[in-house]
């Protein structure tokens, strides 16, 4: 879905996750959301905020399950994703304090692996992912599954690439600060959403965007595994669609 510009399409999104979210309410259901962070949705948050202060969208029956965050990290360092959902959504809806969830940067080593089990069985149990928002990494990344993640992973801890590490830069003093890991939902985790909804804005998404739409289905590209969802689309702005 090719839209004139990053707002235009950023506010075609959050109308239907609107639609939804009211859908759910008239059937007295909840509507779980797969969030994601970085430059990308940070426009649909603010159209969403709108649409609640403006529109009376209420967020009472949503829950949210956030893709990633940098490990370790405290939840209200500057470039904690704990911290940019709540500043740039969380703060400013009327979500239920409990109903959101964004993988801790603080869980001890030794107890990662029984936390990410826990984080599977928490979306399961809200009845899994109606919608799952993603932005792209240059490398393909979504969330932060870098390329080789296999399709069948599941939320885990896992090494950023160094390009990766380079592109998040610019977010910390200097780059030995940018954390080594991060906890990241899997592949798997993202292809289990009903529907799932990427995002890419700008001239500098082009050539990935091309990759993952056109090019092979392999775990080199994640995003590119994507292909191999029956309900996924990518919302993008024209220059982003340059080499299509
Ligand atoms: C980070 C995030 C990804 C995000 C990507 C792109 O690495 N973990 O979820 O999609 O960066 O960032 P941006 O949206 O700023 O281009």
Redesign the pocket.
């Known amino acids: 879905e090719i839209h004139p510009t990053a707002k235009e399409g950023s506010k075609a999104v959050a109308a239907e996750i609107a639609a939804l979210i009211r859908q759910k309410q008239t059937a007295g259901e909840p509507c779980v959301l797969g969030l994601?962070?970085?430059?990308?949705?940070k426009y649909l948050y603010a159209e969403l905020v709108r649409l609640h202060r403006e529109e009376g969208l209420s967020f009472k029956n949503v829950v949210t399950f956030n893709?990633?965050e940098y490990y370790p990290i405290e939840p209200d360092a500057l470039q904690s994703?704990n911290r940019f959902m709540k500043e740039q959504l969380f703060n400013h809806i009327d979500i239920k304090e409990g109903n959101y969830h964004v993988p801790d940067g603080t869980v001890p080593k030794e107890k990662i692996k029984a936390y990410c089990e826990e984080y599977e069985r928490k979306i399961e149990s809200a009845g899994g992912l109606d919608i799952q928002i993603?932005?792209?990494?240059?490398n393909g990344?979504?969330?932060?599954n870098e390329p080789g993640s296999s399709i069948n992973s599941h939320t885990r801890l896992i090494t950023?690439d160094n390009s990766?590490r380079l592109?998040?830069a610019f977010d910390f003093p200097n780059m030995s600060q940018v954390p080594r890991l991060?906890i990241?939902m899997g592949i798997n985790t993202i292809l289990k959403a009903k529907k799932v909804i990427l995002?890419?804005?700008?001239s500098h998404?082009a050539k990935i965007v091309r990759r993952s739409v056109e090019g092979h289905s392999t775990d080199q590209v994640p995003a590119s595994l994507l292909q191999q969802h029956p309900n996924t689309k990518f919302v993008i702005d024209e220059q982003a669609a340059h080499d299509l």
């Open positions: 994601a962070t970085g430059s990308t949705p893709l990633d994703y993603l932005g792209i990494g240059n990344h979504i969330g932060f950023l990766t592109a998040n991060a990241t995002l890419a804005w700008g998404k």
